[in-house]
């Protein structure tokens, strides 16, 4: 199975501190008819990180039952601690995940054979295809490109989300990886200027907005239709840099309560978007045409 394309990391809705299932079915829908290529449930912008392993599961399994096998669902089941890691990633593989997403160990700070060893732990405990996930800002952890093209040996290791925000990782990633190895960027707007180098497709907060939008510069870019992708890539310039004035994904879920999508409900220790970031994303979203 291939990953590419759009790649939607859904927020996960919240009502009155509880997972608020009925908005994740119209959110899937909405992505889904809105011609994304694909869904991650429960990682960073899916606020994974203050979700009990039970959530985790009746999310993911909502996700994949509404998705149908339309697209394929990825399921964020990584761990800092890599025991915890493999047995999350053998319970997605029991609910029928297509594949799973794992973060590079937070806190730790393991050493680069360290995080080799720890993927490989992870590939050899399931048979489902394993991206990894580079996103430093996280995780004070950095995955450098030659541990990534190592780990692109492993078989069922078939991708990486690159989100360090330099260009460096990912044209490294793709000189040394393996040929059928994807790399998809891990931040919106680096996307499309490294898409004629190889990047695949973005794993995206953006799309939980604007999915079609999303959906129709990668299929042009991937057509090689550069000019009609840029068109659309500098229209969303403005909401790219408004989805992160405050921590992500605070700005993307004010985003879709503008919307009428979901409720803005985080989980402590993130709050709720201020006046300030509800007014510009207001704009933002009336610019694009998408509110009145």
């Known amino acids: ?35 994304v290529h694909g869904l991650v449930s429960c990682g960073c912008t899916g606020e994974a990180a203050t ?19 339309r697209v394929p669902v990825i399921a964020g089941a990584g761990s800092n601690d890599t025991q915890a890691a493999v047995k999350h990633v053998k319970e997605a593989e029991e609910d029928g995940a297509d594949a799973v997403m794992c ?12 995080l080799y060893q720890h993927y490989k732990a992870i590939a050899e405990g399931t048979k489902l295809p394993v991206i990894l996930y580079n996103v430093p800002g996280r995780t004070a952890c950095d995955m450098q ?38 790399v998809l960027s891990g931040d919106d707007p680096m996307y499309l200027p490294l898409a004629p180098m190889g990047v695949k497709g973005v794993i995206s907060v953006a799309s939980n907005v604007v999915p079609r939008q999303m959906a129709d510069m990668h299929e042009k870019a991937a057509a090689g239709d550069y000019a009609g992708a ?41 709050t709720t978007a201020t006046a300030a970031t509800v007014e510009n994303m207001r704009k933002v979203l009336t610019d694009l045409g998408m509110l009145s």
């Open 103 to 114: 973060i590079t160990p937070y806190y730790n700070k393991p050493t680069q054979e360290g």
């Open 230 to 270: 840029t068109k659309i890539y500098m229209d969303l310039l403005p909401l790219y840099k408004a989805l992160f004035v405050e921590t992500n994904p605070i700005p993307v879920k004010c985003a879709l309560k503008l919307l009428g999508l979901a409720e803005d409900e985080v989980r402590l220790p993130l």
């Open 1 to 35: 199975m291939q990953f590419s394309g759009i790649i939607t990391a859904l927020a996960t809705p919240f009502k009155d501190g509880q997972l608020d299932l009925d908005a994740v079915e119209r959110l899937v829908e909405h992505q889904i008819d809105n011609g």
């Open 145 to 182: 490109p030659e541990t990534v093209a190592r780990l692109s040996e492993i078989p069922n290791i078939v991708a990486v989300k690159e989100a360090s925000g330099t260009v460096h990782h990912s044209v490294w990633a793709l000189k040394l990886s393996q040929p059928d190895f994807t």
């Open 51 to 69: 979700m009990t392993m039970g959530e985790d599961r009746r999310l993911w399994k909502t996700v994949m039952d509404v998705a149908k096998k």
